[in-house]
Each structure stands twice: as C-alpha cells, then as structure tokens.
C-alpha cells in the first residue's frame, strides 16, 4: 500500500521497454545523456538508465584497531544519547534540563563504546580491517520509449543553446 505522502505514483517492478538510445561505462555518462534529454525540454518521464552486469565491490578503507573500533562506537552511541538527551530537554518542565542532553550524549558514548569494544573482541581475528559495499554496474543503457527514440536521437545530435 503506498503512503498517503509519497509525492509519485508507484513503479512496476519490471524491466524498461523501449529503444535503446545509448550504452555507456558509467551512471555519469549515462546521466548527462538524461541531463541533456531534459534540458531540451524532452519527456524523461519517458527514459530509464538500466545498468547491467552487476557487480558487489567491497573497498578496504583501513585496518581496524582498537582505538578506531572504540571511537566509532562511542562517536556512534553520543548521536543516539543526543536524541534522546534532546527528546528528555524538550519534555521537560525543569529549568535545568538541558544538562540532560549532556549527561545523555556521555551516557550514550560510554554505552556504545563498551559494545564496539565487545564487538571488536569478539570478531577480531575474522575482520581486522574497515570497508564500504557497493553495488556497481559495467555498463548503462539508456532507454528510452519507442514513440520518442527519433527526437531523442536529434536533441543528442545538436548542442544545447548556451545561456
């Protein structure tokens, strides 16, 4: 069931059909292409970007220590005390209830200090290391419907009025 905020009709789970108007090597190129598209005052209501050949990339930011694995987890669990420290502030009758913030985003560093720490411990010697995901493609298709391949195709061959 869609939200009664969202803004845009849902989207059907299933691949874009259409001409393809291009192949590109990555989302930037196949982008500005969209980018062009629409500053031509073209529909890109009517264009998709499908990437393909999938690929899960894990980059190795730096080794993980103990400092490092302590300062995470405390500079993560002050976020979570500062909610709630502002969330007491904000409820709070008492003149002096901003010192709950404080108390609460030390509270909340000492806390998630304490579990990185045991996390640490326990994974140790299976993870030293700290890393990012991402999910990239080889290569990008625009795709654009059939009833607009012609004028898509002439609005790429000409430049874009400067200005």
Known sequence: M????????????????????????TYLEAQAVVDHLAKAEFPVKQVS??????KS?????????????????????AWIGLF?????FLFSTE???????????LIGAGFG????????????????F??????MASAYEVIVDPNLTVRAQELMDRPLPKG
């Open 57 to 77: 990339v894990e980059r190795v930011t730096g080794k993980l220590t103990w400092a490092k694995a302590a300062g995470a987890g405390a500079l993560s669990g």
């Open 130 to 135: 700290t890393s990012v995901n991402q999910v």
């Open 2 to 25: 869609p939200s009664p905020f969202a803004r845009r009709s849902p989207v059907s789970p299933s691949l874009p059909r259409g001409d393809v108007l291009g192949s590109y090597e």
């Open 49 to 54: 970007i499908v990437g393909s050949g999938l």
């Open 95 to 105: 003149p002096a209830s901003f010192v709950f913030v404080g108390a609460a985003v």
């Open 113 to 128: 200090m304490a579990f990185a720490i045991v996390s640490y411990a326990l994974n140790r010697r299976r993870r030293d």
């Open 84 to 88: 709630f420290g502002l969330v007491l």
